[in-house]
């Protein structure tokens, strides 16, 4: 028999969500789904106000979340402290009971086992890989591409750079989400759309793990706030040049890419440089595995109180990490400028 509770009576949350129906559970509260999309099964949202179904259950992983506007999500515990309005210990007790009766669910799906992730992964990458190779020779071939390539070069950024960071560019268009390998969104929409911009792929094992574009020219959102940068659906949190990391050498992690580039440009032979792309991303636990592994990590996150108080986070994870702040904002103002950046590393080696 299911037992919710340890030896010394404290309530096992591993053992609650990982025995919870989480979508026998949301069914019990909301009734049944009013559509389902491979995995996914959908419904109003019950926590804002909304005419289409953007709320969804994974069952396979146990977990809700929102497409819609709220963005919230969570697993089995944290569905029912926020439908019911009441804490973790009175949220356990009400799983633990609901474990013991849960009722049939009247949507099909499929058994709860592990989320089987491959094939899926691999597609992305190979739609990724197709899009960075034409961005990458639409910026040295195409007219269109002509102001980017300038900014870049602005940014202080040589030729090889931005050749060897496979840096490219993209004209807004919309492709099929299901041809890279993702579910429709919460809004029925089965297309994304790839924004107008400077594409930045995240290389893991010479393929694409991620992809950021620099908005080029500049557009703003519904809400009149200009989006620098957009994160490509399906992207991975991972680490800018993390297949650069090696044992033997010390590295330094920086916020933005065109920082981390700016280092890789003008000391690379001394360091490598590492980006998280904003001051909470990649804090995963691969990341800080393959950081701790090196002799150093300059925390070069920018020159200012965000920087500094950001960089906490790392330097309480690494027992190898030193605050390294960049003589202007970031290193890519110093390359700018005209700053030696390569002293500034070397300095910090010492």
Known sequence: MFNARTTDRRFDDKAIKANTDMLALVENNLGPCHRHNGQWHFWPCPFHTEKTASFAVNPQTRSWRCFGTCHKSGNAIEWVMAYKKVGFKDSCRYLEQFIH??????????????????PIKDVWQHRATILVNESQNRLWNDSAATDALVYLRQRGFSD???????????????????DWGLFPNGYDIDYMRIDSGIVIPFFDNGTPRRITIRRFPKEENT????????????????????????????????????????????????I???????????????????????????????????????????????????????????????????????????????
């Not at 009766?101 to 491959?118: D, I, T």
């Not at 750079?161 to 299901?178: P, V």
């Not at 920018?302 to 330097?315: K, V």
């Not at 690494?318 to 202007?328: G, T, V």
């Open 101 to 118: 009766h849960q009722p049939p669910v009247s949507a099909p799906r499929p058994p709860l086992v592990k989320v089987q992730s491959g």
């Open 272 to 350: 490598v440089a590492v980006a998280t792309d904003s001051t909470g991303g990649a804090r995963t636990p691969e990341s800080i595995e393959k950081l701790a592994a090196l002799s150093l990590v300059l925390v070069a996150y920018d020159a200012d109180t965000p920087g500094d108080t950001d960089s906490e986070f790392w330097l309480d994870s690494l027992p190898n990490a030193k605050r390294w702040r960049p003589l202007l904002d970031d290193p890519n103002a110093m390359l700018q400028k005209g700053l030696n950046i390569r002293q500034w590393v070397a300095d910090g080696l010492h």
């Open 160 to 178: 090889n750079t931005i050749r060897n960071a496979h840096l490219g560019y993209n004209i807004n268009h919309k492709e099929q989400r299901s």
């Open 223 to 270: 809400y009149g706030e200009e989006q620098k940068y957009k994160i490509l659906s399906g992207s991975a949190n991972t680490l800018y040049n993390s297949d650069l990391l090696d044992p033997t050498r010390p590295a330094m992690l920086t916020e933005g890419v065109f920082d981390a580039l700016s280092v890789q440009q003008e000391a690379g032979d001394l």
